[in-house]
């Protein structure tokens, strides 16, 4: 389990992930609708609207988390290295980039090894919600992995696994940055979606009362 993965279940929103460039993204962008709580959303309760994130200001959003996710300190090299059964992976947090068509968010994870000559981005697509046909946060993923089979035959399901973690903490940390409901709880993600060039967000006020 990831650090962000432990604090998210304890319940915990302070960490060390820098979110400064996602915080000035959110304060200008014209997609968010920031909710308080005299909007009084009851536990569970959907906002009315959407984000509908560009494409390119999705992947700004996931960069500013995508260092919690890998379990990185703030102001450390971007570049983690996994381990696994004597071998190694090396993962450049920094050029983790994402793309969205209709239905699916693919994430690209740069990946260096020494038995590869150059840097490598391995693709994961997730197949998510739209608008019109909203899926929840259930998302799909490929069995197997485009690319060097040196890398995907043995670190497939932890790049997707990684893939997966970026997109929902992503998702999450906007929903917070968007408002709180009647109680005051952070908003947390409804569902996730995808469009031609744009990610989608539900927020939704968290189940259960204070």
């Not at 690209?108 to 090894?113: E, I, L």
């Not at 693709?123 to 909203?134: I, K, Q």
């Not at 929840?136 to 043995?154: E, F, K, Y």
């Amino acid at each position: 389990m990831t650090l962000a993965r432990a604090q998210r279940l304890a319940g915990v929103t302070l960490d060390n992930a820098d979110l400064t460039q996602l915080i000035t993204l959110v304060q200008t962008a014209p997609w968010i609708a920031k909710v308080g709580p005299a909007k009084k959303l009851k536990p569970g309760e959907l906002t009315r609207g959407l984000m509908h994130i560009p494409q390119g200001e999705a992947q700004t959003a996931l960069r500013g988390v995508v260092r919690l996710v890998a379990d990185l300190p703030r102001d450390s090299t971007p570049v983690v290295v996994w381990q696994d059964r004597g071998s190694e992976l090396e993962i450049d947090t920094a050029a983790t980039s994402l793309s969205c068509r209709v239905g699916v968010v693919t994430v690209g994870v740069a990946v260096s090894c020494d038995q590869l000559s150059e840097q490598a981005v391995i693709e994961v697509p997730l197949g998510v919600g739209t608008a019109e046909r909203p899926t929840g946060l259930v998302m799909s993923a490929l069995t197997h992995l485009a690319g060097p089979s040196v890398v995907v035959d043995r670190w497939a399901d932890a790049i997707t696994a990684f893939a997966w973690e970026c997109v929902v903490e992503t998702a999450r940390r906007l929903c917070e940055l968007a408002g709180a409901d009647a109680g005051g709880r952070p908003l947390t993600p409804g569902a996730i979606g995808a469009e031609s060039k744009a990610l989608i967000i539900q927020p939704m006020s968290p189940h259960g009362a204070r």
